[in-house]
């Protein structure tokens, strides 16, 4: 594992937890403590973490389950791991369906790239999210036409449109396949810090014919004050290699289909100017 990947698997144990105890992480990482205090060093450097005699807290108070980080300070965390599951989920995208996008940043770069794409339409996108439905107003010009439907509603940290305004619009449409972020995700479902967003994620999920959560690795375990669904409503998770193996047995029990991105592939390109998308291999 690398030193990426611990952290980012540290920084989840904290937000999940709010504290977490070296010799935990020690057994759970299979490192040494030297590693592993390391590790938490470079995290409270970072202000992700405060370093305590023992582990690591949450800094001043935050990573609690009614916090809502803002969308550019989401977007910083586990970048390259988001990207490749931007690109493996564009792959699952037909010309000529009616798809959504929820509000999150692995959905944004997920529109990025459908944006760049002028094979992926004609399509229809319905959004609740201000950066989506931006990023795909400026696409690049195709053949065949790219609707984009925004709903209405109060706008949340993560610039979201949630509220009754943003469930009623959508109550009233159906799509082929919802891309669905989440704040996090463990055996008892979908989570975010949001009440409303919550809801609204909820009328994303009727409106749908098939569900795609997008989350990267560190989502697991980490826990929201709103559960959005179980995952038994859940179709197909795309997360990245790192996710570890108890959270692929929870989303295998639950019949959730995994994607991660393969490996052998190389890594994606980015999404300016993406490439053919690799092909997924199915865990």
Do not use: Y
């Amino acid at each position: 594992m690398l030193a990426s990947q611990r952290q980012d698997r540290i920084l989840a144990e904290v937000r999940a937890h709010g504290a977490v105890r070296v010799a935990d992480l020690v057994e759970r990482l299979d490192v040494s403590e030297m590693t592993v205090r390391r590790d938490i060093t470079e995290l409270d450097r970072a202000g992700l973490v405060r370093r305590v005699h023992g582990g690591a807290v949450v800094p001043d108070g935050s990573g609690r389950p009614t916090d809502e980080p803002g969308f550019e300070e989401k977007s910083t965390w586990a970048p390259a791991e988001k990207d490749a599951i931007a690109a493996l989920a564009a792959g699952t995208v037909e010309p000529g369906q009616a798809v959504a996008l929820s509000a999150g940043t692995t959905t944004h770069l997920l529109a990025r790239r459908i944006a760049a794409d002028p094979a992926l339409r004609p399509l229809t996108v319905v959004t609740n999210s201000l950066p989506v439905a931006q990023t795909l107003h400026r696409a690049v010009p195709g053949a065949g036409a790219l609707d984009v439907i925004l709903t209405g509603g109060t706008r949340t940290p993560s610039d979201a449109l949630v509220g009754p305004v943003a469930d009623t619009a959508l109550a009233t449409l159906r799509v082929d396949r919802l891309f669905l972020g989440v704040h996090g995700l463990d055996e008892s479902g979908l989570m975010t810090p949001n009440l409303a967003e919550a809801a609204t994620d909820r009328a994303l999920l009727r409106s749908a014919a098939a569900v795609t959560v997008l989350a990267d690795h560190t989502k697991w375990g980490v826990v929201g004050l709103a559960r959005i669904a179980p995952l038994e409503e859940v179709d197909v998770v795309v997360s990245d290699a790192a996710l570890p193996d108890p959270a692929r047995s929870v989303l295998a029990d639950a019949g959730c289909t995994l994607l991660v991105p393969d490996r052998a592939a190389g890594d994606p390109a980015a999404p300016a100017d993406p490439p053919a998308t690799p092909r997924p291999e199915e865990r």
